[in-house]
């Protein structure tokens, strides 16, 4: 269960792209086969409906044989549909909270509540009851935050890429990204050997 | 305890080497990756595929990207008429028969539902054709139901009191509602083939020659105008249906043009290696590629190469055959 490194599928997704410009109906098949799992996910971590998150993968992968014609090889066609899902999910009208907590400024990500500290767990804790801590810590985090470290850690992104994504400075991903694992450092602090004991129960 | 660092973003890494906390961070980094908290739902694929296919469709002529013919003045003596002319061929299109083609491609069969409710198997590399839901000008109801083939299908008809059709280059078959195959493929120039499972056929030669009625069991080959009928072993033959292979005293250039439709794969033979010898291959479900060629090849003194694009088959030469299998 360790993260995926996409830094040796860079070449596919360019292969991907140029094919795609040719009309290769199969590039987008091959996209689809490997960016729809996390697309969904990281659409659920922005709407929590998992509906909805499947809509928006599908829709990014519509938009993206539409607008074939027009994409640049040299962008990362990998950044387009994160960032595609993302929009997509900041327009949907439903749920206008959903724009707000995603468009929410870094300054406010420093007030935000600090999540309470949970109870320390012993040693007899289950791995599933830590990984629901682990959860819960990365659930409370503030959103820009979370959704630097899904798209960096979970989903393998580069730095430029998520700033793609998210449409800000590459450095700003690195303030959310330090800034989360201070958050969940915090978090987590109470159970002085947690990471090791999390460690210890996956590996 | 150390802790791998290796899938540390760079410029991460950097930014936590200034910071206090730099190792706890960096575990915590790292746990977060072994525990990948990232909800895992069960999330299905297929179907969400099948989805985003039916909303995007492989283009069947190139896109022209830029229509740049008129400019500046022009576009002012053109547009009118260019509006006139979209307005005529939009009222032709509205009203004409609109076509529909299918295709199975290379490596692949699909299975088609007819507006009729006739059922329709496509075999690698067939493309067939009809107005969309047999009508014809005006949306007006066509007489009989007709189809284009090229390539092999197998037709389950629905009854519905008109003809149903299907034309090749060489034939045309017309049933009420049967179930039948036709083999056609114009690459081939082989004719049109057409064995019956079920019911009652009725092949016509486009050239003159007295049509021919067919039963159950019997199969009928057309080559311009030789029409010859003969008993078969339907399933055998039919092995297609259900994944095998079935060639029956075939030509060698014959079984290797169908083994490139079946596999998808390019297949090609040296001009020494051509002869005029026929085989006969049968397979109840598809072997690999290799296995097959190797049994053609080596009951034919023959060997095979793979290349980039896909295999040579080649004449054993004074050359010895680097790689091919000589103990068979």
Known sequence: ?????????????????????????????????????????????????????????????????????????????RAWLFRTVRNLALNHHRDGRTRDRLLDDVTIDDSAAVPRAFVAPDAAVE?????????AGIAALPPRQREALELSRFQGLSHAEIAEVMACAPRTVNNHLVRALESLRHYLAPVGSFVTTLLGVLS | MTTPHTDLPAPLREALDAHDAADELTQLWHALGTAAPSPRRAVDHDAAWARVAARTSAPR?????????????????????????????????????????????AGASEAVTLGDGSRVQLSAGTTMTSTRD???????????RTVQLDGEAFFTVAKDGRPFIVRTPDAEITVLGTRFDVRAYAADRT??????????????????????????????????????????????????????????????????????????????????????????????????????????????????????????????????????????
């Not at chain 1, 809509?55 to 994409?71: C, K, S």
């Not at chain 2, 047999?134 to 009989?144: D, I, L, V, Y």
């Open chain 1, 1 to 77: 269960m360790t993260a995926i490194d996409l830094s040796d599928d860079t070449a596919d997704w360019a292969d991907w792209a140029r094919r795609l410009r040719r009309d290769d109906h199969a590039a987008l098949r091959a996209a689809f086969d490997r960016a729809y799992a996390p697309l969904v996910r990281f659409a659920d971590s922005l709407v929590r409906d998992p509906g909805l998150a499947a809509d928006f993968a599908q829709e990014a992968f519509v938009r993206l044989w539409e607008h074939r014609a027009t994409i640049d090889p040299a962008q990362s066609l």
């Open chain 1, 127 to 135: 791995a599933a009851e830590l990984l629901d801590r682990v959860h």
């Open chain 2, 61 to 105: 002529v190139a896109r022209s990207r830029h229509l740049s013919l008129v400019q500046g003045g022009v576009v002012r003596r053109v547009v009118p008429w260019a509006l006139a002319a979209a307005l005529l061929i939009g009222v032709g299109v509205t009203a004409s028969p609109a076509r529909r083609t299918w295709s199975a491609a």
């Open chain 2, 134 to 144: 047999f009508r014809g000008w005006f949306g007006r109801e066509n007489a009989t």
């Open chain 2, 191 to 328: 004719g049109t083939t057409v064995i019956v499972e079920e019911g009652r056929v009725r092949v016509s030669a486009m050239r003159p020659v007295a049509p021919v009625e067919l039963t159950a069991g019997l199969r009928t080959a057309v080559r311009g105008s030789t029409v010859r009928t003969d008993t078969v072993a339907v399933a055998r033959l039919l092995a297609w249906r259900s994944g095998g292979l079935a060639l029956v005293d075939q030509p060698m250039s014959l079984v290797f043009a169908e083994l490139s439709r079946r596999y998808g794969v390019s297949l090609d033979m040296a001009q020494s290696a051509s002869s005029a010898e026929r085989l006969t291959l049968y397979y109840p479900q598809l072997p690999k590629l290799e296995t097959v060629l190797a049994d053609v090849t080596t009951s034919h003194g023959l060997r095979f190469e793979r290349h980039s694009r896909g295999y040579r088959i080649l004449s054993p030469t004074a050359v010895p055959p680097r790689g091919a299998k000589t103990d068979e």
